[in-house]
C-alpha cells in the first residue's frame, strides 16, 4: 500500500540546535516533495519545494534533501529557535508529479525549548 | 489579494443537518483543493478542481459530499446529513497549476463540529 511516514509525532530540541525531521514514502514515485508548516489552528504554509533531480535545496535556515534511491526526505532548520515550534508536514503528488494532487504526511510536532 | 480565504471559520451543526462552506482562493490561481484534518493528523484530500472542472475525487469520499467550482472562482462545499464523524477542519486550498509543480496557498480553515 502508498504510505508517507513522518519519523516521529514529536521532536522536542533546545534552542540553537540543529532539527532533522525525516519523511519516508513508500510505493510511491513523486516528482517533487514539498514542506509546509502549520500553526495550531491555521492552515499550512508552503515552505521548500525539491524535485527529484535536485540533491538539496537551501532558504535561509533551513535546508531539504531528497533521496529517491532511499526514498526519503530530511527537512533540518539550523539555529532552531522557539519560534520555530510548529508542526511540519511533509507532502508529494500522489500520481508522480503529473496531476497536482498533493497527498501529506501526519506531520511532526516540533518544540524548541529556549 | 490577501490569500485563501475561506467562511465560515467555526460551523457547529446538529447531527443529520445539511451544511455548506465556501472557499474564494487568490484570484489568478487555476486550481482549488478541498482537504480535510483532524486532530494529529495531516491533510486528507478530498477533491480537486482546474478550473471549474472537478478533475479527481477521493475514493474515501462519501456520496454526502459534494463540491462546486462555478465558473472556476469560488468554491463551494457541501456536506449533506451530517454525522458525528465529519466533525473535522476543512481546508481550502489553491495553486497556479501550469503543468509541473506547484506551490499550494492554504486557507485558515472551517472547523465544523457535529453534535
Known amino acids: 500500500s502508498q504510505k508517507i511516514e513522518q519519523n516521529s509525532e514529536a521532536l522536542n530540541i533546545q534552542e540553537g540546535k540543529t532539527a532533522t525531521l525525516t519523511c519516508n514514502y513508500t510505493?510511491?514515485?513523486?516528482?517533487?516533495l514539498q514542506w509546509y508548516r502549520q500553526d495550531p489552528g491555521r492552515g499550512p504554509v508552503f515552505l521548500l519545494l525539491?524535485?527529484?533531480?535536485?540533491k538539496e535545496k537551501r532558504k535561509e535556515r533551513l535546508k531539504v534533501t531528497f533521496d529517491t534511491t532511499l526514498k526519503q526526505s530530511l527537512f533540518h532548520i539550523t539555529a532552531s529557535q522557539p519560534a520555530d515550534s510548529a508542526t511540519y508536514l511533509c507532502?508529494?503528488?500522489?500520481?508522480?508529479?503529473?496531476?497536482?494532487?498533493?497527498?501529506f504526511g501526519k506531520g511532526t510536532k516540533l518544540s524548541v525549548k529556549p | 489579494d490577501t490569500g485563501v480565504s475561506q467562511n465560515p471559520r467555526h460551523k457547529i451543526t446538529k447531527r443529520g443537518q445539511n451544511v455548506t462552506f465556501r472557499c474564494d482562493p487568490i484570484s489568478e490561481h487555476n486550481r482549488l483543493y478541498w482537504y480535510r484534518q483532524t486532530l494529529g493528523q495531516g491533510p486528507e484530500f478530498l477533491t480537486y478542481?482546474?478550473?471549474?472542472?472537478?478533475?479527481?475525487k477521493s475514493r474515501l469520499l462519501s456520496d454526502r459530499f459534494s463540491a462546486e467550482r462555478p465558473k472556476g472562482s469560488f468554491s463551494t462545499l457541501e456536506i449533506q446529513r451530517t454525522e458525528q464523524g465529519d466533525s473535522a477542519m476543512y481546508l481550502c486550498?489553491?495553486?497556479?497549476?501550469?503543468?509541473?509543480?506547484?506551490?499550494?496557498?492554504f486557507g485558515q480553515g472551517t472547523r465544523l463540529t457535529v453534535v
Open positions: 478542481f482546474q478550473n471549474e472542472a472537478q478533475l479527481e
Open positions: 525539491i524535485r527529484e533531480n535536485e
Open positions: 486550498a489553491s495553486s497556479f497549476w501550469t503543468g509541473t509543480a506547484a506551490e499550494a496557498f
Open positions: 510505493n510511491y514515485s513523486p516528482a517533487y
Open positions: 507532502a508529494l503528488d500522489e500520481w508522480g508529479g503529473s496531476q497536482g494532487n498533493l497527498i
